[in-house]
């Protein structure tokens, strides 16, 4: 499947210079975004675990934040 | 009272013989155009020329925009500012397109710039949609870019984040109906671009802010997905200055 890119309204297929630099961006985006994933699913991981250790939502929000 | 002031608005009737003061001030009330400011300059003080005084309007062919039209304070030639933003460019996004691209939107007219986008769907479900900047093509490296996620979901306050180096993040994406509005703080000086702004899904919604560290005047601006394409909605460019 072709990568459309549309400029100033106009819509072409990129060529292969442009979908390189994409996918050249594109993968370090990726990894960024996967990254904080991480991140995001251990802060769950943990706040789930203050909760079943017995401490109140409010508890946890004073604890550690929204 | 200024020479340009006046007292009355004259009305003239049928048949009615006018003094030379009378026609001189009829004539005096128009708003003069000229095609420069050097034709402008020139147009005054002359021999049998009006001499210049504050309150005097004009209209310069070559200039742009709301600048053409100009006002005289007493002592120098100033334009009128619109205020407000003002639309610079808009599109429309097509069925399936990985990137949407502004050529020559960030110019030195306006200080900062307003980006209001929404896609209708999205391919993937779970991606960021970036805004990097360019000129010509889109400049991918020194951002530090940050989202976060304040209502996830909507009505609870629980947070998540986001931070990517390629790009301001502009949204995020869950592949649904998506919106986001960002400004940009001096992208086409020669320093480095502040970006900060808020978006919102059907699911949830948050903040954003950036910058880009180069000391690039940008003239172009890249929207794309980190993965998969767009579809539908809209990305409009508006300036303003502060």
Not at chain 2, 53 to 72: D, H, M, R, S
Not at chain 2, 209 to 234: C, E, I, K, M, Y
């Amino acid at each position: 499947m072709s990568n459309k890119i549309q400029i100033d309204g106009e819509i072409r297929d990129m060529n292969a210079k442009e979908i390189l630099a994409l996918e050249e961006w594109r993968e370090r985006a990726q990894s960024d975004i996967a990254a904080n994933e991480t991140k995001n699913a251990n802060r769950a991981s943990a706040l789930a675990k203050l909760e079943a250790l017995g401490l109140t939502p409010a508890e946890i929000t004073a604890l550690v934040g929204a | 009272m200024g020479a340009n002031a006046q007292t009355t608005v004259p009305t003239f009737t049928t048949n009615q013989v006018l003094t030379a003061n009378q026609m001189n001030q009829s004539a005096r009330t128009g708003v003069p155009v000229f095609a420069n400011t050097t034709d402008r300059d020139a147009a005054f003080g002359g021999s049998g020329e009006k001499t210049l005084a504050e309150g005097q309007l004009c209209y310069v062919e070559n200039l742009t925009g709301v600048a053409q039209i100009q006002y005289y304070d007493g002592a120098a030639w100033l334009s009128l500012s619109a205020g407000g933003l003002a639309l610079i460019s808009t599109q429309t996004i097509g069925t399936g397109v990985t990137a949407v691209n502004f050529t020559n939107v960030f110019s030195s007219t306006y200080a900062a710039y307003r980006i209001m986008y929404y896609h209708t769907s999205s391919s993937s479900t779970n991606t960021a949609v970036l805004a990097q900047l360019g000129t010509g093509t889109a400049t991918t490296t020194n951002y530090n870019s940050y989202l976060y996620t304040a209502y996830n979901p909507w009505g609870t306050s629980s947070a998540a984040s986001q931070a990517v180096t390629t790009g301001f993040i502009l949204s995020y994406s869950d592949g649904t109906t998506n919106y986001g509005s960002m400004d940009l703080v001096a992208p086409n000086l020669a320093r480095p671009t502040y970006a900060g702004g808020h978006y919102c899904t059907p699911a949830n919604g948050g903040f954003t802010s950036g910058r880009q560290t180069d000391n690039t005047q940008f003239t172009s601006l890249h929207v794309s997905a980190a993965t998969g394409t767009l579809t539908g909605g809209a990305i409009s460019v508006y300036g303003y200055n502060v």
